[in-house]
């Protein structure tokens, strides 16, 4: 799977939105960029995942570099509760057999109250 | 509510006895896999499995066993731990293709 890079750690005020950057210059045309976070004594949690075009869900928003080199989360209005490790992961669509996530370190994001 | 579960939640136990974590998932999905989590060394998988009785080696299997009798169910069996098995260790779930993975709350294990 091609290597994702991303800030060791970000902080951010509560209820202000984050921007957490990932760069993936050596993405390939069918890899999918994922996200995932991880809170404190939690198993990872699925945030939201795109392909080419910007995807918005409940949780968050990804905006997708137009050249797919790199991508951006966003979450809207940071809550106490967004306080985690994001972790940001390409995936190959062409690849049916194993569904492993590649997790790497992350980014430790806090929010200050 | 769909959930991943895992038992036990802690473990401490001695070298080389038997156990056993449970796994399991109320969604249905073919695709489930163990991971350990250590300090430094982020998440690695362990084993993996696409359907029943369809079960392969990740990239850390060794000192690892699983069977999938089952699609609900998922154990992970360390036959004879060791120390450098104390770790953390989640189990995931999901249909197969790109959509999103479940993960169970964890299990922390420790051998002494």
């Known amino acids: 799977d091609a290597k994702t890079t991303q800030p060791n750690s970000m902080e951010s005020n509560e209820e202000e939105p984050v921007h957490l950057p990932c760069n993936h210059s050596?993405?390939?045309?069918?890899?999918?960029i994922h996200w995932y976070r991880q809170l404190p004594s939690q198993g990872p949690e699925y945030v939201i995942h795109?392909?080419?075009s910007n995807v918005n869900n409940r949780m968050a928003s990804l905006a997708i570099a137009e050249d797919r080199k790199s991508s951006t989360l966003i979450l809207h209005r940071a809550t106490l509760r967004d306080a985690a490790v994001y972790y940001c992961?390409?995936?190959?669509?062409?690849?049916?057999?194993?569904?492993?996530?590649?997790f790497g370190t992350g980014t430790r994001l806090t929010i200050i109250p | 509510e769909a959930q991943v579960t895992q038992n036990p939640r802690y473990l401490i136990t001695v070298t080389g006895k038997k156990l056993t974590v449970t796994c399991s998932q109320n969604?249905?999905?073919?695709?489930m896999s163990w991971y350990r989590q250590d300090p430094g060394l982020g998440l690695r998988q362990i084993y993996y499995?696409?359907?029943?009785?369809?079960?392969d080696k990740g990239d850390v299997p060794e000192g690892y066993k699983v069977s999938r009798k089952e699609k609900r169910n998922f154990p992970l069996i360390l036959e004879s731990p060791s120390p450098n098995q104390t770790s953390l260790y989640f189990c995931a779930s999901s249909f197969t293709g790109m959509g999103e993975q479940y993960f169970g709350p964890g299990t922390r294990l420790t051998v002494t």
């Open positions: 969604m249905n999905h073919e695709y």
């Open positions: 795109g392909l080419t």
């Open positions: 992961i390409l995936r190959d669509g062409l690849d049916f057999g194993n569904e492993k996530l590649t």
């Open positions: 050596t993405i390939s045309g069918t890899d999918y």
């Open positions: 499995s696409m359907n029943v009785e369809v079960t």
